[in-house]
């Protein structure tokens, strides 16, 4: 499907490998019980949504992770890359056995590296000796501007590079004040942005206003990943860019696939 063209697709017997819950717009990912390049993909499941309205978004925020579904939909890829899976049916079956994560290097995960293969699919890591640091507390593409009235929340995640950049690190959060993004011109090439979509379990944020709000775990400069690091490699576009800009971040299930120190 993925090398193939846009259109009406049916996946059989594919396992739930994560899940973003929502009660009206679930993110459900599946991918091929064998694993493998371009085996998983993100489905997506909306009761709001004027374009692909989906009726069972209450079904598909109850997948747990390792069961075996069935699904029909409308797959879209564009031009640049950018692809979609809205759900129109689901079949939940019996449990299974989740692939096992992709072994990836850090550059692999770099916000522009463009790993289409390992897309959407679980990942690992294993940083050896080298660390990351914090360096951009408000990525553009992961800053949310509130809409009627809110005021929360404003960041999805952060961009870290090795401990050994040169990059000029950018500012932390200073009480509740969101600082400006460290990138003022081209992103380097070996950040790697994190995000935190599993907010849920795994509660870090640079969202200085906002996390204490929602319960998160405020980062510092200071803070940094070492080890095995892990999560789904997600990739999006930046909303309302033309051309399409696509971009690829990490986002962590958990607090043991990066903790943070």
Not at 74 to 80: C, I, T, V
Not at 95 to 105: D, E, I
């Amino acid at each position: 499907m993925r090398a193939g063209a846009p259109g009406d697709y049916e996946l059989d017997d594919v396992v739930s490998i994560a899940l973003i819950p929502s009660a009206a717009s679930p993110r459900l990912f599946v991918q091929d019980a064998a694993g493998g390049d371009f085996s998983a993909i993100e489905t997506r499941c909306s009761s709001t949504s004027v374009s692909h309205p989906c009726t069972f978004a209450a079904t598909v925020a109850t997948v747990a992770d390792g069961t075996r579904v069935s699904v029909k939909g409308l797959y879209l890829k564009d031009m640049y890359g950018d692809e979609s899976f809205y759900l129109d049916s689901i079949t939940v079956a019996a449990p299974a056995t989740m692939p096992a994560p992709a072994t990836a290097t850090l550059a692999d995960l770099s916000r522009n590296a463009k790993t289409a293969r390992l897309w959407f699919q679980r990942v690992r890591v294993d940083l050896g000796t080298t660390t990351l640091k914090m360096f951009d507390f408000s990525p553009s593409e992961l800053r949310y501007t509130p809409t009627n009235g809110a005021v929360c929340p404003v960041m999805f995640g952060w961009g870290m590079v090795p401990s050994t950049s040169s990059d000029t690190v950018g500012a932390a959060c200073n009480g509740t004040t969101q600082p400006a993004s460290a990138v003022g011109g081209t992103a380097p090439s070996d950040e790697l942005l994190v995000g935190n979509d599993f907010y849920r379990s795994f509660a870090y944020s640079t969202d200085c206003a906002c996390a204490a709000t929602y319960q998160e775990t405020v980062l510092t400069g200071t803070s940094t990943l070492g080890g095995v690091i892990g999560g789904v490699l997600m990739a999006d576009s930046v909303y309302g860019s033309a051309p399409a800009l696509l971009y690829q971040y990490l986002a962590p299930k958990t607090t043991a696939d990066a903790t943070f120190h």
